[in-house]
């Protein structure tokens, strides 16, 4: 079998995560592919562009949320990763949750939930790589066979070069799933401005 040489550049299959710090006192979430385990021992990582507004929350309270989302919410998964936090408040999106342990929203629609508290950071190449140890997780009942999770009923999505995948098929386009999202949303937005300035 022959191999073909391709750019080098990350393209993936990443995890696709939904990252979640508190930032001016409201959740915010940020849509990610760098994500992952770093050793046997229960911490994670997560990079986020030094520019981003999540990674604000991360600094100051020094912790972070992992929410592993499902297929069906891909149009959310990628509006989260177009618009920024700065001009656009994703925290009527979703349900938030806190652990007692940590100052992190996770998200209730997600099948499951990991919350870190960060442990070391490393600035690279205009982002910041945070480590965080584990200290809750989080899964819907439903996603449970025999008390382990079923990646099957939690049904992660996959980032592999510009496109989504579910555990079988292609599921989305990396932002454009979100943008159209954005437009379909843009009248119920101008309402909302309005009821916001007394109109």
């Known amino acids: 079998m022959g191999k073909i040489k391709l750019p ?20 915010n979430y940020v849509t990610i592919g ?18 981003h507004y999540t990674t604000i929350g991360v600094k100051e309270h020094g912790y972070f949320s992992v929410n592993i989302p499902s297929a069906e919410q ?6 989260c990763g177009v618009v920024s936090g700065r001009t656009t408040d994703k ?9 007692e ?11 499951m939930n990991i919350l870190c508290k960060v442990i070391q950071t490393l600035p690279i190449f205009g982002f910041e790589m945070f480590f965080g140890e584990i200290v809750a997780v989080y899964a819907n009942e439903q ?12 049904n992660p999505v996959i ?20 943008i159209a999202y ?10 909302d401005d309005k009821i916001r300035s007394g109109c």
Request: aromatic share 8%.
């Open 8 to 27: 080098n550049r990350p393209i993936g299959p990443f995890p696709t995560v939904l990252a979640g710090a508190e930032v001016n006192g409201k959740p």
């Open 34 to 51: 760098a994500c992952g385990v770093v050793s046997l021992e229960p911490v994670l990582y997560i990079s986020l562009k030094s520019t």
């Open 74 to 79: 891909v149009q959310k998964i990628d509006y």
């Open 91 to 99: 925290s009527i999106l979703f349900t938030a949750f806190y652990d």
């Open 101 to 111: 342990l940590g100052k992190a929203p996770m998200i209730r629609e997600c099948p």
């Open 143 to 154: 996603c449970l066979e025999d008390g382990r999770l079923d990646p099957l009923k939690i």
């Open 159 to 178: 980032m592999l070069g510009t496109s989504y995948w579910d555990l079988g098929q292609t599921i989305g386009t990396v932002f454009k799933d979100g």
């Open 182 to 191: 954005k437009e379909s949303q843009a009248p119920l937005l101008q309402v």
